[in-house]
């Protein structure tokens, strides 16, 4: 069975080639970047994608379809009600959503051991829907996962379906659950050494 | 490292005493227990826990404190606007919000092959948030869930944010989430011989 990844050394050298040309290119979450270089400094593991989390606003013909989403809006620090008024001004057509989303890593490890280890800190350190995403020779796949979420509609077509005293309502709920999962962020930036 | 689950046998055998409990109390989601049964009866497999998805009305001090949460209305099937206005009259203190979660399984493996297998054929009928929950001797634990899902803040201590109209709309997105994740089930059930 699968207790290791083979050829890990080549995918790392691979992942961090595709990491620094995101670098380059100011694709990676400025907030993740310190957490990204300790892990990665860790000879058992390798990153290969990452959020820091986020707030958005975004515009779907129904729920669920990725493909055909435009975000509106997007951030990953604390937002103002009038930068999200700002995004839904643009909305025209299908539904319209209010979305957080915890911070997302996936992370390569060299053995299952390795994998587990990394799920088990993670757990503790509050990111609780942590698993192990994919198993296989050519990938054991570690994904850190938080709790905070939100799915709030807000409209379809045009058509607003709440008020401004609502979403300033979800924008404060929203900025509560974005400090709390960016503190566990630091948290398990200071605590991954101990790997 | 944990390529099997140490005294599979036993556990099952508890877990089965478990569930034969849980089922004679009416605790089990009714349209879940075909599946229930379908997996148990495979020998590499045992079920720990299940809910077949359910759309909810919740009152919670903040959000995440599932401690001190209280269900105003749960249901394991499709709702009408009516039986949602019932549960928010009920609420008195602290956040009220709408909720919907896809269904979720918790399967023990008995060996890591095994719960790669049904991680993988249960992504490939749409579960795609499935995982490897948690790897050790004692357990090798495989969560199957789905993408649906809402978390929609409805009003604080007493107070409602939102209209009819708009309880209305987010009711029938929310039936519309149980449709797609019941058929996701269905299809598992019919699927799950294959193991």
Redo the contacts between chains.
Sequence with gaps: ???YTKNFDEQKAKAMEGLRKALAENKVDEDIIPLLEKLNALENYFTTSSCSGRISVMEMP???DKVNSVWLGKWHREVNVGEVFDAIERHSSG?LWFLVRSPILHVGAR???D??RL?NLAIGLGFKYS??????HRKLLV?IRS???????LG?DGEL???E??IE??VA?AN??LR?FKGKLKRLEEEIGKL
């Excluded at 709790?147 to 509609?153: G, L």
């Design positions: 069975m699968f207790l129904h729920f669920g539904q053995t299952m051991e994998a587990v799920l698993n192990i995403k994919s198993v296989s994904e709790t905070e979420r939100m799915d709030v509609p379809e379906w709440v008020s005293d609502y309502r979800i709920i509560d659950q709390r």
